[in-house]
């Protein structure tokens, strides 16, 4: 083996150690730094990221502008692999589809031929198939390239060169937006309305101090190119574009299409972006089956160019507005858009811009890019005036040129010496055809000198003046804002996507429309086990119970009702009647679905109706009227309504009817009071309802006292006190009552 080819150190030991944490903080800060700079971050300065700015480059070289031919997305592809971008040929061919599509781009910058995918989530033809070409768009991404515009660097083989920036005439990190998603941020900027942001920009130049308030006088928001309606409040969306973070709120356009005789449907036209048709239907589809949608009858795909997809309600008697508040609550047809302006500042630093920074970089960028062709041109004008200058000498002396050139060994130096030439105009003169030694021309070449004075005089004062620099910029803004007016080119210039406010629909009858109503009987076992057996069931007799347990109580409910429980503890809990366990086998314990305290038990349970009232009272005989409606609970940690320390705890719930409160206690005391003597409130201890010297409340009813006091024995035989006959038992709240009449059940219930 030659010497030379032996591993550094002779070949005994040629690893190195390394500090395994620094070299992975290396590396993985290297790697961060490429995917934010180098794939997912789009330049604020044209949109752009280095995948969509090579294919454009590379379709520029190719020369397939819009007024040219198509040419196949194979070779497009194979050249920006091959030349610029060292990555896979899927990833850029998907980039490629991606800007030639108008449901993903609001101004598409690839024309394409061929089979680009579909809103369906479809995808593109194989890159053999298709051809493309550049858009008027992406033609104005481009203005200028070649004239000094924009820095070059070395690709990453260092054989060619490609633009670390376009020039960007068009404002194409807003009109079209951005997403993607890099290492510890992510960007997502939602398109917007070409017109509407160089109105912006042009408001900006005028006054650079404009307030983004004023700028959303003109960008009112996302304009996405499937259309669809923003509900956001304008608080939200003037902050999201105030701060660079924030989101909106996208719905369907819909309408009620009527099919005669009092039928209708509702047809959705358009949807909201970047949302699959396809998947779509299927999802809608899943939760009618699902009976997840019981207002929803049917869902068809109608769709052909124009999206139009119908759902047919259940009946005719159900509200357009409701079935589509479901559909938007459970459904894709409302999603929320993301605004997080996280881009390439100065194509160096990644940071969050406003919307006034993004456009005011924008326009640096702009102010920039004109500068650099304005001394471009400076520098063709002069050069062009030397050689000029020069011809106008050789015309001047044009026998004197002839002689010399005919002559001399070595004209040049000799010409230069003789008419005080520069090198450049002596070779000019020499390169001069013998075509050009016509009269005509000394006419045509002082009247190009003079033209090319004007320009350069021009282009002097244009680069001496700030002022003049942004009315230029202003000039070549309000020409692209022409380009994309909205009455000029309603096709390309319209806005596409509304602004409207979200229907406030009760949320009690929203929730409830997505539910499927059907009968159920609810069971609840002494050792708080819950069960809802399908239908309202008369013959409890068959439940079966686990061994030591047994039916506490059952009711019959609907699967829209919410079920009320009210434990020990004094605390109210909300269950939906569609949620419980069905009937098959012994249920699931309470515990499981509410935070209940251990030491608790379930006082009673039954189904909500916000109309009514409820008497509460704990077992030392304190109590309180509440609505119902205020002890529903919207978490599983319940809702505490009466206070009661141990050892009290609450006892009874039992509704309010009737004027009269009848409370009988362990000692079989029984005390008829007016029901107006008990407050009501949303929480609290309540007030004494009865005295006891020892033991506490046995049990409670509300009554009519004109219809008299009723109660049932163990023999289910009914007892009834007219109001003559309660006399001696009515009384205030808090006495102590007197022993309970004949007949009244040894059990101190009131049956």
């Known amino acids: 083996m030659g010497k030379e080819l032996l591993p550094p150190g002779g070949g005994d030991d040629s690893a190195a150690p390394v500090d395994l944490r620094k070299a992975l903080e290396e590396r993985y800060l290297a790697y961060a730094l490429s995917t934010i700079m180098h794939r997912a971050l789009p330049d604020v300065r044209d949109g752009l990221k280095p995948v969509h700015r090579r294919i454009m ?72 198939y298709t051809e493309a070409r550049m858009t008027e768009v992406a033609a104005e ?74 700028l959303l006088g003109f960008v009112k928001g996302p304009d996405f190119p499937t259309g669809g309606i923003i509900v956001e409040g304008a608080a939200a969306i003037r902050e999201a574009y105030e701060t660079g973070r924030g989101g909106f709120r996208v719905r369907s356009r819909w309408e009620k299409e009527d099919q005669g005789r009092g039928t209708w449907n509702a047809v959705v036209t358009e949807i909201p972006y970047g949302v699959q048709k396809s998947r779509l239907i299927e999802k809608i589809a899943e939760l009618v089956i699902a009976r997840k949608l019981p207002l929803l009858e049917d869902v068809r795909d109608e769709s052909t160019e124009d999206v139009r997809i119908v759902l047919v309600p259940k009946s005719r008697s159900v509200e357009p507005e409701l079935l589509m508040e479901s559909l938007f609550r459970l459904t894709d047809l409302e999603t929320r858009f993301p605004l997080n302006m996280n881009v390439l500042s100065r194509g160096k630093v990644p940071g969050v811009l406003s919307l006034k920074q993004v456009l005011r970089e924008w326009l640096d960028h702009r102010r920039e890019v004109l500068l650099r062709r304005s001394r471009h041109r400076l520098a063709e004008i002069e050069r062009r005036l030397e050689i000029l200058g020069g011809y106008l000498v050789a015309y001047l002396n044009i026998d004197e040129v002839i002689r010399i050139i005919r002559e001399e060994d070595e004209p040049k130096p000799v010409m230069i010496a003789r008419f005080e030439l520069t090198d450049t105009q002596a070779e000019a003169i020499l390169n001069m055809r013998l075509r050009a030694l016509r009269k005509l021309e000394e006419f045509e070449i002082r009247k190009e000198f003079d033209k090319l004075s004007e320009e350069k005089t021009q282009i002097e004062g244009l680069l001496g003046s700030t002022a003049n620099q942004w009315k230029t910029v202003r000039w070549e803004v309000a020409k692209v804002r022409e380009t994309f007016d909205p009455e000029k080119n309603p096709a390309l210039g319209r806005r596409r996507t509304t602004f409207g406010e979200a229907p406030t629909h009760d949320l009690e009858d929203v929730q409830q429309a997505m539910i499927e109503r059907e009968p159920v009987t609810i069971v609840l076992s002494e050792k708080g086990w819950l069960r809802a057996m399908k239908g309202h069931l008369s013959d409890l007799s068959s439940l079966a119970f686990k061994e030591g347990d047994s039916l506490k109580l059952t009711f019959h409910a609907q699967t829209t009702d919410k079920i009320l429980l009210f434990t020990t503890g004094g605390k109210f809990y909300t269950l939906g009647a569609d949620r419980l366990p069905g009937g098959r086998g012994h249920g699931e314990p309470v515990r499981i679905m509410v935070d209940m305290e251990n030491d608790q038990a379930v006082v009673t349970a039954f189904a909500h109706d916000p109309e009514r009232r409820l008497l509460l009272a704990s077992h030392a005989g304190n109590g309180f009227i509440v609505a119902e409606k ?122």
């Open 57 to 128: 480059h590379t379709m520029r070289l190719l020369r397939l502008s819009p007024d040219q031919g198509f040419a196949k997305c194979a070779r497009i592809v194979g050249d920006v692999m091959g030349k610029f971008h060292p990555h896979g040929d899927q990833s850029i061919y998907d980039a490629l589809v991606r800007l030639a599509q108008p449901f993903a781009m609001r101004y598409p910058l690839v024309d394409g031929q061929g089979n680009f995918g579909n809103i369906d989530g479809d995808n593109a033809a194989a890159m053999r």
């Open 630 to 751: 205020d002890v529903v609970a919207n978490t599983r940690k319940g809702r505490q309504v009466m206070n009661v320390k141990a050892p009290d705890e609450a006892k009874l719930c039992i509704p309010v009817t009737g004027d009269h409160v009848a409370i009988v206690g362990m000692n079989r005391k029984l005390l008829v009071f007016p029901l107006s003597e008990v407050p009501e409130m949303a929480r609290g201890k309540g007030v004494r309802l009865q005295r006891y010297k020892d033991g506490g409340v046995s049990d409670l009813k509300t009554f009519a006292i004109e219809e008299g006091l009723s109660w049932q024995d163990s023999a289910d035989r009914t007892f009834s006190r007219s109001q003559e006959e309660l006399a001696e038992w009515l009384g205030n709240r808090a006495a102590a009552g007197r022993m309970a009449p004949k007949g009244f059940p040894r059990t101190g219930k009131f049956g």
């Open 141 to 214: 991404l481009l203005t200028g390239i070649t004239e000094d515009a924009v820095d070059f660097r070395l690709t990453y083989n260092e054989e060619d060169e490609e633009p670390i920036v376009l020039p960007g005439a068009f404002p194409n990190l807003l009109c079209n937006g951005s997403s993607g998603i890099a290492v510890g941020m992510a960007t997502s900027i939602p398109p917007h309305n070409a017109a509407e942001v160089c109105d912006a920009a042009l408001a900006l130049i005028d006054d650079p101090e404009t307030p983004v308030e004023r």
